[in-house]
C-alpha cells in the first residue's frame, strides 16, 4: 500500500508533484476505508509508518482540448522497484475535467517486460454519485479551474 503526497511548488515548470513512499506495515492499513474511524490509525502514527521513497510524478495542466486538466508521468527510466520481479517501475497519472483520477502503475524487469500492473489501461477512479449517503467515502471535489492571482507554496498531505 502506499501513501499520496501532494506538493503545490512554484517557480517550477510543473504545477504539482505527487510523491508516492512505501507503508512500513501494511497490514495495519488493509481495508482503512471500510473501517470506522475509531479503529483507524491516528494521523500522527501514519507519519511514522511512512516509509521509503517509490515515486514522483510531475502534473502539468493539459493542452487545450484534451480531457484532463492536469497529466505527468514518472520520469524516463522510471523509479527503483523490486516488488513481484521488478527493477523498476513507472506511473502515469490524469486529473480528468469530470473530476475522475486515472492512474497507472507498472513494474518492469531487466529486460524491459512488465512485471507488474495492469496491460490494458489505467485504473479509473470516479467521483461517488452525488446521491451517495456514504459518509466513509466523499466525492472527489475539485473546484472549478480558476486563474489563481497568489502561487499556492508547501506542502499537503491528502487527507479524508
Known sequence: MISLKLAFISDLPFWAQVSTYAIRDAEEYKNFCDRPKDQRPLPEEVIGDIAEHLATIHLKRCERGKRCLYEGS?????????????????????????????????????????VWGVMEGPYEFKPAPASSNNTMLSPLNFPPLQTMDKRIEGSFVLQE
Open 74 to 114: 514518472t520520469p524516463p527510466g522510471g523509479f527503483p522497484n523490486s516488488w513481484n520481479g521488478a527493477t523498476y517501475c513507472t506511473s502515469e497519472l490524469a486529473i480528468l475535467k469530470n473530476n475522475e483520477i486515472h492512474t497507472w502503475d507498472r513494474g518492469y524487469d531487466d529486460d524491459g517486460n512488465q
